[in-house]
């Protein structure tokens, strides 16, 4: 009996001994285990989040970057210089029609043989473009260029006329066939610069040598020139 009670004991023992070695066995090695899994599992977290944390900052930088390429190339783009077209305009110089009769010929080049294209008359305006050869200037005239002698031509519309000067040949006129006024001009031409008007039935006093249909008159201190064609000897 008593050998049965202590092999039973031993056995108890046995058992207890070995449950409590495998149960300290089965903790050790499970915690080292779930403590190994768990370090993977917070390293690869770590990782991943590096890694994200990477990626964010590359796209950060790429956005950065990209914002600042816009930034500089704005600038850039406002800044380049703009090609601007510049005409230079030329300046014309104005010169008058003089010292000939009625008119003057504009012509196709600079010689008294070339073709003509028009008539100048007497007083009119031109504008002067360059010098030509054998006295001729290049001008322009109501829309057509070509050349005309440089003689005939100058600055000053008043001081070159034929008829500028008093004839030995005087007598006294008197104004007629008008409404109410003729127009004393500066030149003779029914564009010349108008100086006074002379009344129906004014006396003048009138010098020969009239040039383009007008005569050179005095009337009432003022000398210019009016239309013949209305004024009769007194």
């Known amino acids: 009996m008593r050998k049965i009670i202590y092999l039973i004991c031993v056995f108890v ?34 990782e991943e989040n590096v890694k994200l944390e990477e990626s964010s900052v590359g796209e950060m930088s790429a956005v950065s970057e990209t914002e ?27 010169l008058y029609v003089v010292n000939c009769n009625e008119s003057i010929t504009l012509r196709v080049s600079d010689s008294t043989n070339a073709k003509e294209i028009k ?12 010098n030509a050869a054998n006295g001729f200037y290049k001008v322009s005239y109501n829309g057509s260029i070509g050349y005309a002698l440089a003689s005939y031509l100058s600055v000053d519309p008043y001081d070159h006329y034929v008829a500028s000067t008093k004839a030995s040949t005087v007598w006294s006129g008197k104004v007629v066939r008008c409404n109410e006024y003729i127009t004393l001009r500066r030149t003779p031409s029914t564009k010349g610069e108008e100086i006074t008007k ?37």
Do not use: R
């Open 68 to 94: 600042t390429e816009a930034v500089h190339s704005a600038p850039l783009q406002e800044t380049q210089p703009q090609t601007v077209a510049v005409t230079q305009a030329q300046v014309l110089t104005t």
């Open 119 to 130: 008539q100048i008359p007497l007083g009119a305006a031109v504008s002067f473009m360059e």
């Open 13 to 46: 023992s046995i058992c207890i001994l070995s449950g409590c070695g495998s149960k300290s066995v089965t903790i050790k090695f499970g915690g080292d285990t779930e403590t190994v899994a768990e370090s993977k599992d917070e390293s690869e977290t770590k």
């Open 198 to 234: 002379i009344p129906l039935g004014a006396i003048v006093t009138v010098y020969s040598g009239a040039d383009n249909g007008f005569y050179y008159i005095d009337y009432d201190g003022f000398e210019g020139y009016a239309l013949a064609g209305y004024i009769n000897a007194y």
